[in-house]
């Protein structure tokens, strides 16, 4: 795969990291051992954090037991698990996700859509069987329980299931019901299921491993018409190219694991204990909208703490050495996004290594890092997988959009944040710090984007339309972080900051829309922003603007001419500024609308020009080439800023090349 390796379920393998070997630093070596505090001992329970008033509608509520049986790599569940009707008018029947039957055979859509098994997967399949599901009167429910396809109608798909109810949950009443489920892990596959270590020891992240209730949108919530005359379930099947979509509730969760086991999951840990070869760890967690959890004999324990919030490390043995670097990269993900977004309202971060495919994932407080042994420090891969993790506990943590049908709304706007977190902290080699090839994580969101067919791909579109993997993940990542990258260099910083801001303080807990993150734009910058929204946000269209003229000619009087040319090669518009350098150091800007396909903007000077640029002070990073932005008098005698400008141009062509081998 040729995009970006954050969230992608199949991540691609950088020709960066593998192959290269970097001795450990013993001074390094030392510094983690100061740093490993203590292997989770006995039962300290920690100090539940429970917040004092709901901070969300607390649509749902999951009370669960699970156990994982380690030599079948199956959970079972079970517990109780609630919805409450948020409408206005009966709902006679409910819709959960089983997310893990996407992986139960090769004709389900995520399989089907993903273009088969990997090799060697024959074992590794995964399911979830309902095997008791009563209402509290205690209504069998199961005989009823139907699977349904609402986007593609492949009946072998069982990633949601209907379930009529005997009579109409009322207006405000909440439904529990009694459930018990057998899971069965796959091989790691989406960010979940087990895998063995090399030495033998079992690794599983459960996440989407329980039945889950989909999301009940009532009229004048997200796209449903305040005028419906009723609400309607959004909940989509598992797609290849999908994330997850839940309503924000409680969740109080019993994981029983064989005894040894290191445990991490959502939430506040509130009791452990161990009897009969088995631990028990008890998990609180409330206003998130999910719970995710991994266990492992293998896990490191660090441990570390940020203001308010305690951090825990979950290693892999192999990277023991690596402790310090993750914590650093959590203080620098958790600083930036406070700083930039707001603040990080739970008390609790799990940081995992986990293994393979799984790394690169976010829950509510728990996040799938990832390194590797003898990661080299100029390659900053794993702190910016860490800071981009961190930073979904905003952009789909609190900030609960749809991600099956806008995925930019959480990849995008955090990618943007990412790049700005990096950036910020780390300058301009955030990403590769190489001495004369820097390349930050900005920079490199936008060459993914514009370097093979920008014209394809809205930002807005159901996450399983993009033609490919590759394309849901260019278009999802690196253009939206573009495309808001190039509103921010159109408002300012201080403005985006400020949207940031308020879009966290009004939607956060809540389920925003593109629509709503414009209104707030547009509220904030007090102006309409339609003129850009509708062709970079919902369209397709591809901003290049170039000079492809300048000419200089003497008057009789001994004054200079210079006259620019300059185009718009594509058909995206954007304002444009024209900056016209003069042999003697000076320059002048001129303010292009840039509506004509082109237009030629003469100069009267007593010195003569050398140099013309549009965007010169790099703000509109949707212009997709760069190189063609500037033309120098090829006469000139200001070898520095002709010295300057082919350096630079030098650097542009080895980004693109760089930006290949991805
Ligand atoms: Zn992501």
């Known amino acids: 795969m040729s995009c970006f390796p954050l969230c992608f379920r199949n991540p691609p393998r950088s020709r960066f990291i593998r192959g290269f070997v970097h001795p450990l630093c013993a001074w390094r070596r030392l510094l983690a051992l100061a740093l490993a505090v203590m292997v989770v001992a006995g039962s300290s329970a920690q100090r539940p954090t429970i917040f004092d008033a709901p901070q969300s509608s607390r649509i749902v509520s999951y009370e669960l037991d699970v156990s994982l049986d380690s030599a079948t790599r199956t959970l079972r569940g079970e517990g109780r698990m609630a919805w409450r009707n948020p409408g206005a008018v009966p709902v006679d029947s409910l819709q959960l996700h089983l997310y893990l039957n996407a992986f139960k055979s090769d004709q389900t859509t995520f399989m089907r859509e993903r273009g088969g098994t990997l090799p060697g997967f024959a074992e590794g399949w995964g399911w979830i069987d309902i095997t008791r599901l009563e209402t509290q009167a205690g209504a069998d429910l199961l005989e009823q ?17 209907a379930v009529p109810m005997p009579s109409p949950v009322l207006p405000g009443e909440a439904v529990t019901l009694t459930v018990a489920f057998e899971a069965k892990l796959p091989r790691i596959l989406a960010r979940t299921g087990y895998e063995v270590r090399p030495d033998g020891q079992l690794f599983v992240m459960a996440a989407q491993w329980f039945p889950k209730f989909g999301v009940y949108e009532i009229p004048g919530q997200r796209y449903v018409p305040p005028d419906a005359p009723a609400g309607r379930w959004n909940a989509h099947q598992f797609h290849a190219n999908s994330e997850f979509y839940a309503d924000f509730g409680t969740y109080d969760v019993t994981i029983d694991v064989p005894a040894g086991y290191v445990v991490g999951a959502t939430g506040v840990r509130v009791e452990t204990s161990e009897s009969d070869g088995r631990r028990r760890e008890r998990y609180k967690a409330e206003d998130v909208h999910d719970f995710a959890w991994t266990a492992s004999p293998a896990f490191l324990e660090y441990t570390d703490h940020w203001r308010h919030v305690n951090l825990r490390l979950l290693l892999q043995p192999e990277h023991r050495g690596q402790a310090r ?7 620098i993900a958790m600083e930036g996004y406070d700083r930039m977004v707001g603040t990080y309202p739970y008390t609790t971060l799990t940081l995992v290594d986990g293994l393979g495919a799984s790394n690169g994932m976010e829950y ?3 996040i799938l890092c990832g390194t ?3 990661a080299p420090r100029w390659f900053r891969l794993s702190e910016l997988v860490l800071i981009h993790e961190f930073g979904h506990q905003y952009f789909y943590g609190l900030l609960a959009s749809n991600e099956f049908e806008e995925a930019w709304l959480d990849e995008g706007i955090n990618s943007y944040v990412e790049s700005k977190v990096m950036d910020g902290h780390y300058g301009p080699g955030s990403l590769v710090d190489l001495p004369g090839m820097p390349i930050g994580s900005r920079a490199a969101h936008r060459l993914l984007y514009a370097k093979d067919a920008p014209e394809r791909g809205a930002l807005v579109t159901n996450s399983w339309e993009y033609a490919s993997a590759a394309e849901y993940g260019k278009v999802s990542y690196s253009k939206s972080a573009t495309v808001l990258s190039t509103l921010e260099g159109y408002l300012g910083w201080p403005l985006m900051q400020k949207i940031l801001h308020t879009y966290f303080e009004r939607w956060r807990f809540r389920h925003p829309t593109t629509r709503d993150f414009q209104a707030v734009a547009e509220e904030v910058s007090v102006q309409d922003l339609d003129w850009f929204f509708a062709p ?7 901003l ?4 492809t003229d300048l000419e200089t000619s003497q008057t009789e009087d001994g004054w200079h001419t210079t006259r620019v040319r300059v ?6 518009v954007f304002p444009q500024v024209l900056r016209v350098a003069f042999a003697d150091g000076t320059a002048q800007d001129t303010v292009w609308d840039g509506q004509l396909p082109a237009a030629t903007f003469t100069f009267t000077h007593e010195i003569p020009a050398v140099h013309a640029r ?13 190189l063609n932005n500037g033309r120098a008098v090829t006469h000139s005698r200001a070898f520095g800023l002709r010295h300057t400008f082919k350096f630079t141009l030098w650097i542009q062509y080895a980004l693109h090349m760089l930006a290949s081998l991805f």
């Not at 329980?145 to 299931?161: E, G």
């Not at 970079?536 to 591809?542: A, C, F, S």
């Open 145 to 161: 329980l139907l699977f349904i396809q609402p986007d593609d109608d492949n009946a072998a798909d069982q990633t949601v299931a």
């Open 567 to 572: 185009e718009r090669l594509r058909d995206g």
């Open 536 to 542: 970079y946000v919902y369209g397709t269209q591809v």
């Open 544 to 547: 290049d603007y170039a000079v």
């Open 325 to 331: 670097r993750h914590f650093d990269a959590a203080r």
């Open 364 to 366: 509510p407080t728990l």
């Open 614 to 626: 549009i965007d010169p002070d790099f703000l509109v990073a949707l212009d997709i080439n760069r």
């Open 372 to 374: 590797r042994y003898g």
